[in-house]
């Protein structure tokens, strides 16, 4: 078996997430809350990529995940595209986008955010996707990318 | 028709527009009082003091034959045990047929307008949003010249950090307005309002200078605050050179003066009682508009 074979194994069933920019793996599973799963998660990080250097993959076992579940994670990676596999087949490959709204995935950079300082769930609105512009539903200050990466790692 | 007022982005023209008229209407009742409003009680809820805002609803909702509750004061209430606003606000809709909030967190009017299942109005929400100050701003200037749109209107002061601006110059775009923006360098209006009158087509520009204000027909004056300014000479220079007195009066002309109040230094006293002067009657417009916003929540207006 080669050494490349060993890094990057196939799964039977179950959804793979590919092409996450490099560390990010690791914001991927908190987002979607994969620590959480009984599920058998596999963290593969910066692994070489004929695209683009080295990327990040998350294997979860057994489960097909929903577009509407993934979609948030284009908040750190949106050139990730997500993969459906049944019997080591890829039944199903879709790039990931982010929806309309984005619900109890990141806190508010701001502060003085009631969502900070309550038991809220928060909610932004998606102004922009290129460069990512959300606007908190409470405060009303709009997050950029920088805060989305600064809150979510 | 909307079942909150929490800010100013959530109304569409015609909300404004049916707010503003309906204010007019209240104008008749203003001093005589009605008892539109009679067995209704309304419930003040101030998480920090804001005294001539808590009076003009109270008085408002006095005009309109309602009751008020609440308080001014968080040390009163079980805030100061650690109760969360939600809690707070669960109970005081037991008590009332509305609620006025004001907190220093923002947002905060937002997630009581969602617990409670009263109406709720926002009476400031930190730096946030003031939507009732808006409103009375839109009706002042639509009283004073019997239109907002075809106008040329000043803001000047703290733009960088003055919600009545930002807030102001928000609803403005809604109308056919030119706007002119007077700050100092450091206190320019932010380029989040600014891409937002691109996208509205609403001209302005931005001056420095009192002295470089064009022909206006309203200029807007807000406090420029101590805090803002790293050095106080700095501070004590700026708040002179944005000061209206009788010689800057020469340079505007006719145009009407606004002001949130309270003031500090931004209007010499001596404009007080110049036809200019249009901040008094301003603040007073309060009640009509309020009156207005009350009863449509409730369901009350005739």
Redesign the interface.
Known sequence: MSKKKLKVSAIRNGTVIDHIRPGKAFSVVKILHLDETDETVTITSRVASKVSGTKDIVKIEDRELLTEEVSSIALISPEATVNIIKEYEVIDKRNVRLPDTIENILPCSNPVCITNHEPVVTVFRVERSRPIVLRCHYCERTMQEKDVVKVLG | MVQDII?I?DLEKADIENALLTAADMERFAEKGTTMAQGKILSTLFFEPSTRTMMSFQSAMNRLGGKVIGFSDIKSISVQKGE???DTVRMMEQYSDIIVIR??????A??AAEVADVPVINAG?????HPTQTLLDLYTIKKEFDTIDGLTIALMGDLKYGRTVHSLAYALSLYDVELVFVSPRELRMPH?VTEHLKEKKTPYREVVNLEDIPKVDLVYATRIQKERFADPNEYERTKDAYRIDKSSIRLLGDARIMHPLPRVSEIAPEIDKTPNALYFEQAGNGIPVRMALLSMLMGVNR
């Open positions: 800010s982005r969360t606003l939600s907190h220093p967190l923002e947002g905060s937002r997630l929400d930190g730096a946030n949003q989040e």
